[in-house]
């Protein structure tokens, strides 16, 4: 089975700027995680799709936004880009509510 | 509030040696919990999970043990690899919080040859 695949898999962008990331799911999972990964912060939770509804959400500004669509595939934007937002953006898709499987990550840098 | 923590940034260890990695954790709801793997340039890579109704779990090469009076969580690897050269975090799930993991911050295991 293929895993969880990310696109793009680098991104450069400038401050003020807005990002859509993209992750598609282990075929057959129907929640997509997103968690953003930085060194001072660690792995942090942002939100959870499931059935194209957001069941889950982290304490993120109302800037960073996702959506799921009917194949389970997911987006994540991110809008009015900070510095601060240079991070490694990770999808992890689950078949039940535990065990997740990661994607290779989206590496922006906001410049 | 709850949290995942790590004792220790960075452990070496000889190739061939056990490993043993530790996790504190501070949420007495966690019900299941999960080690990862995160090698350079790729996202974490499941390893091994344990519920709280159990207080050890075996995999190939890998033990989980969960000590739920002291909320503590270790990973043991038998005969360290060079590829088991990684960051490993600790992750917990509360139940109820549906897929949200609270992550620890990680630790650098390093396999001396």
């Known amino acids: 089975k293929a895993g969880v695949t990310q696109t793009p898999r680098y991104l450069i962008k400038t401050r003020g700027q807005q990002v859509t990331l993209s992750c598609s799911p282990i075929s057959g999972h129907r929640s997509v995680s997103w968690y953003q990964q930085t060194p001072g912060q660690g792995l942090q939770f942002l939100f959870e799709y499931f059935s194209e509804t957001q069941r889950n959400k982290g304490n993120f500004p109302g800037r960073f936004s996702g959506r799921q669509f009917s194949n389970s595939r997911s987006e994540m934007n991110v809008s009015t880009l900070e510095l601060g937002d240079s991070a490694l953006y990770l999808c992890?898709?689950?078949?039940?509510?535990?065990?997740?499987?990661f994607g290779p990550g989206t590496r922006l840098t906001v410049l | 509030g709850e949290s995942v923590g790590l004792h220790l940034p960075t452990l070496s260890v000889q190739e061939g040696d056990n490993s043993i990695i530790n996790c504190a954790y501070s949420?007495?709801?966690?019900?299941?919990f999960i080690w990862y793997k995160q090698e350079s340039g790729k996202g974490p890579q499941f390893i091994i999970d344990i519920r709280s109704n159990m207080d050890k779990r075996q995999g190939q090469r890998v033990t989980v043990l969960l000590n739920k009076t002291v909320k503590h969580l270790s990973l043991q690897i038998a005969a360290t690899q060079p590829g088991d050269s990684a960051v490993y975090f600790c992750?917990?799930?509360?139940?109820?919080?549906?897929?949200?993991?609270?992550f620890g911050k990680g630790i650098t295991l390093s396999v001396r040859p």
């Open positions: 992750a917990e799930n509360i139940a109820g919080a549906n897929s949200k993991l609270t």
């Open positions: 992890a898709s689950s078949l039940n509510p535990d065990t997740q499987y």
């Open positions: 949420n007495s709801a966690s019900d299941y």
